[in-house]
Structure formats: C-alpha cells, structure tokens
C-alpha cells in the first residue's frame, strides 16, 4: 500500500471517529428530552438505555464475522450513515414504540460502527509502524465536545430533537459518505483488506486481561459521564450551573491526553503509558473521594480525564497485536471486535454499581471502587507489551504530524 494512500485512510477514518462522537454526544447529552418527548417513566428509562449497549454488543459480535467476508471498510461505510439517520429518528417520532425502534437501530449500527472504526484504526497503526490510535480517539473526544456543545444550544434555546439534529445530520451525512471513498486497512492486498486469514481467531485467555482492562475503564468512564453532576451539587454543595463543569473539564483533558498520547507511547511504549495512565486515574478519583469542596472534586475530575484517555485505545492497539502475531489480519480484527463488547459491559457495570453503592453506603465510598478497579490495569500492564514493540513495517517517517 503507497504511503498516500495511507495518509488518505488516516484522514478519513479520523473524520470517521469525529463524526461519531458527535453524534454520540447529541445522544446522550439530550436524554432528558428524549424522555419527554416520548412519556417514558423513570422506570422505564433504564430498560431503554440499557437496550442501546446490549443491541450494540450483540452488533459488535456480528461486525467481527461480517468483516471476513467484506471488510471492515465496507462495514463503517454503512454503518456510520445508519447511526447518523437512526439519530434523526429518535426526533422525529412521538409513540414509546417508535423510540424503541429508533434506538435499538441507533445500537446495533453504533456496535457495527465501533467494531469496525477501530478495527481500521488497529490495521492502520500496524502498516505506519508506531502509534497513531489515540490520534483516533481524540478525534473522537473533539467531536464529542462539539455535539455537546450543540445539544446545550438545543437545549438552551428549546429547540426541538428534530430541529436540534436535522442540520447535523445535513451536515455529517455526507461529510462521513465522501470521506468513506478513502477508507484503507493496513493490508497490502485485497485479500487482506477484506479480512481475510488463514487462522480464524486468538484464545479468550489471552484476550481476557485486556478484556478486563477495558471494562475497569469504562466503568470509570460512566461514572464521571453518569455521577460527575450529582457529586459535585450533593456531596459537594456546588450550585446547578457549577454541576455541569466536571464533565466538561474531563472530556477537554481526555482530548489533550489522547491528542499527546502517541508520542508518549512512542517515546516510552504503551506498558508505561497504560501504568502511568491508570495511577494518575486513581489519583483522580481519590482526590474526588477526599474533596472538602467544589473546586478540589473539579480537579480531581481534570486529572481522571487525563488518566483515563490513553487507556482504551492503547486497549484495542493490544489486542490487535496479539491477535495479528497469532492469526493473522483476520484474527486482528474478531479480536478488536470481541473486546468491543467489554466497552459495552462496563457501561452497564459502572453506572448501576456507582448508584447503588451511593445509596446504600456513600457517594464518596463509591468513587473509590473505580479507583480501585482502574488501579488493577497496572497488575496487567505487561499485557501491552515492551517498550520495544512495534505496530509493522515503517511506512511512517519520524517527523510526519498525527492525523487528529
């Protein structure tokens, strides 16, 4: 594969990973006013959030099948379409069964689309040669800051779903329908494009410490998503307006740390980044456990931005290692595919877990749960292998500038 043509594929599929975290954000920063729209009982709002990462799972299980036959290019091609128009759809309908239907669209494209995403990012950062994947992922915390952006506009000026998202979705479609023209595995043929290989996958053994790994961080993930507000105004005192900070602070620290990310792990390799990242995560959590107030739960939620970011990504860049070193491309992309589903299980882990301790202990007790969990990725560090590892051959000179 020619070096432009890499450079192509990085580009587009950065845009890829910025339009999803656009369209996420304008998801679940507007859940208040899905709920409206539709009368859905706070009883009945956990079974509809909970079947979004379930379906997506369940797609994410697929994705790793389909892509044997057609490839992970053809698959984000047409998933990322799907997710944007299910989006328009949970604003155009008004019945509790036409949200049903809407979001569980929403989750099975959104499982393709994530499968898919990183298996391309995983592929490509083998053919450069070192690490480009927090370069991804920061695309993806930037588009997540815009769609929150937006949705708080939506919401400030009383906007409707449909009229919130309409002019997104104009917008994004066919921004994600060109760039999809450029989307490059890292293979050098066909064949391997399409993912094909002679073995058929790695062991769920080898799989499960990274497999772990991923769901400690997404359970830290929700609980800053899910927690942040009501810590800081209950536990904390802070006003309502003052509640909205923590979360923000995060997702700009989680950009600043994936946008540094590649060079870190570069310098360093992705062992050290990964222990570095977990310690000062549970530091962040601790700091939020132990604040007398406020500004000191702000900070502590800034530094777990910070520690969480690189962790995920360098999750799916592991994987992808160890199963390309055993199987093949082939076996690269079911394994990116089967660690997808662990993102999914800790969401469903973390936010629950976090309330339930909250209730029936403390909130201040509860934080120190993801400490701890988060702090058990340092034990399996070795799991990202030596400083010395490397994604492939050197199609990447030393001074070329991140995509993202």
């Given at each position: 594969m020619t070096d432009a043509r890499l450079r192509r594929g990085r580009g587009s599929l950065a845009v890829s990973?910025?339009?999803?975290?656009?369209?996420?954000?304008?998801?679940?920063?507007?859940i208040p006013a899905i709920q409206e729209r539709y009368g859905i009982s706070d009883g009945l709002l956990p079974a509809f959030l909970a079947a979004v990462p379930i379906l997506a799972g369940v797609a994410s299980?697929?994705?790793?099948?389909?892509?044997?036959?057609?490839?992970?290019?053809v698959v984000l091609r047409w998933s990322q379409p799907l997710v944007l128009l299910s989006l328009l759809a949970v604003g155009v309908g008004s019945e509790v069964w036409q949200a049903a239907v809407a979001l569980g669209l929403f989750g099975l494209a959104v499982g393709a689309l994530d499968?898919?995403?990183?298996?391309?990012?995983?592929?490509l950062q083998r053919a450069y040669g070192r690490s480009i994947m927090l370069g991804f992922h920061a695309s993806y915390s930037l588009g997540g800051i815009v769609g929150a952006s937006l949705a708080w506009v939506g919401a400030r000026g009383d906007l409707s779903l449909f009229v919130s998202y309409l002019p997104v979705v104009l917008v994004l479609l066919p921004v994600a329908l060109v760039g999809s023209r450029w989307y490059a595995a890292g293979g050098d043929g066909v064949g391997q494009e399409a993912g094909e290989s002679a073995g058929g996958g790695v062991a769920f053994a080898l799989l499960l410490p990274l497999c772990l790994v991923m769901t400690f961080?997404?359970?830290?993930?929700?609980?800053?998503?899910?927690?942040?507000?009501k810590y800081l105004q209950d536990v904390l005192g802070s006003s309502e307006e003052?509640?909205?900070?923590?979360?923000?602070?995060?997702?700009?620290?989680?950009?600043?740390?994936?946008?540094?990310?590649?060079f870190a792990v570069r310098r360093?390799?992705?062992?050290?980044?990964?222990?570095?990242?977990a310690v000062l995560a549970a530091v962040g959590f601790a700091v939020v456990a132990v604040a007398p107030g406020a500004w000191v739960g702000i900070a502590g939620f800034t530094v777990l931005g910070l520690g969480l970011s690189v962790i995920v990504p360098q999750t799916f860049a592991a994987a992808g290692r160890l199963a390309f070193t055993s199987n093949g491309p082939g076996g690269s992309d079911a394994a990116v595919a089967r660690l997808n589903v662990f993102n999914y299980v800790g969401f469903l882990i973390g936010s629950p877990l976090v309330g339930a301790l909250?209730?029936?202990?403390?909130?201040?007790?509860?934080?120190?749960?993801?400490?701890?969990?988060?702090?058990?990725?340092?034990?399996?560090?070795?799991?990202?292998?030596?400083?010395?590892?490397?994604?492939?051959?050197?199609?990447?000179?030393?001074?070329?500038?991140?995509v993202g």
């Open positions: 990973f910025f339009v999803q975290g656009v369209t996420f954000a304008l998801l679940v920063t507007r299980v697929a994705t790793g099948r389909l892509v044997a036959t057609v490839g992970p290019a499968a898919s995403m990183n298996m391309l990012g995983v592929s961080a997404y359970i830290g993930d929700s609980t800053v998503s899910n927690w942040s507000a003052m509640a909205t900070v923590p979360y923000n602070a995060y997702m700009v620290t989680t950009l600043l740390g994936r946008g540094v990310g590649d360093l390799g992705a062992a050290a980044v990964v222990r570095g990242g909250g209730d029936a202990w403390s909130y201040r007790g509860a934080m120190l749960v993801p400490m701890v969990l988060v702090l058990v990725t340092v034990a399996y560090a070795t799991s990202f292998g030596s400083r010395a590892a490397r994604y492939g051959g050197g199609h990447e000179r030393p001074r070329t500038v991140d």
